[in-house]
């Protein structure tokens, strides 16, 4: 079954606490993002890669980090720099050439207690 | 910059009736435009997307989008809406000559669709 999994679908954290967000892909897609929604703002690129051991920042870079080691997997970590994480974060990927669609995941909605 | 608008929060139409939800874009060079759909608590789902050649794109539920260069716009409609339409729907560019794979979204119209 082919596609985009994040995980997990609803996360909890305590302020001043790291988390981390799990997205992986069986895609075979170079390319990676990782979005934030927000009630009325739309989506916000927050970091993107387009190959393995490389990424850029987006938008609204600060208070997040992200990885690249394997092609499948582009986990973001949503730190305590970041002052107001409650968001529904969503990752999606694309194959390399620019005229293809972005594949979406499911998302994960992560609520600061 | 790249940029997407799409200038109604919400638009509402009755069941049978066609819609119409609108976007515009801005870019340096040539678009490669999207539309995408999402449900409630649920990712996005690819709808169509204009790439070159016919200003009239075809996609999935019976979605249309037409393409006009000089108005920068691209539009999605339907001849004639369901109930099961309403959703949240996202415009999406990316510039021909920028490299970077991203794709940028506008802020997105909730479509009602009133039985």
């Known amino acids: 079954d082919g596609g985009i999994t994040q995980s997990p679908k609803y996360l909890f954290r305590k302020e001043g606490q790291n988390v981390t967000l799990s997205c992986e892909q069986n895609?075979?897609?170079?390319?990676m993002y990782w979005y934030r929604q927000d009630p009325g703002q739309g989506l916000r690129l927050i970091y993107y890669?387009?190959?393995?051991?490389?990424?850029q920042k987006g938008d609204i870079a600060e208070g997040y980090s992200v990885s690249r080691e394997k092609k499948e997997s582009f986990p973001l970590t949503v730190t305590s720099a970041q002052k107001n994480p409650t968001a529904f974060y969503l990752c999606?990927?694309?194959?390399?050439?620019?005229?293809?669609?972005?594949?979406f995941g499911q998302g994960t909605r992560l609520t600061v207690v | 910059a790249q940029s997407v608008a799409q200038p109604e929060d919400q638009v509402n139409v009755a069941e049978g009736n066609p819609l119409t939800v609108k976007c515009t874009y801005s870019v340096s060079g040539n678009p490669y435009l999207f539309w995408y759909v999402q449900y409630p608590n649920r990712g996005l789902q690819f709808l169509l997307k204009?790439?070159?050649?016919?200003?009239l794109v075809k996609g999935s539920y019976g979605f249309e989008a037409e393409f006009n260069k000089s108005q920068t716009s691209f539009h999605l409609k339907k001849p004639s809406a369901l109930v099961s339409d309403s959703a949240l729907y996202f415009c999406a560019v990316r510039d021909i000559r920028d490299s970077s794979y991203k794709l940028i979204f506008g802020s997105g119209t909730r479509l009602l669709v009133r039985p």
């Open positions: 890669s387009q190959i393995v051991n490389d990424f």
């Open positions: 895609l075979n897609h170079d390319a």
């Open positions: 204009y790439i070159t050649g016919d200003n």
């Open positions: 999606a990927s694309s194959q390399g050439p620019l005229n293809t669609e972005a594949f």
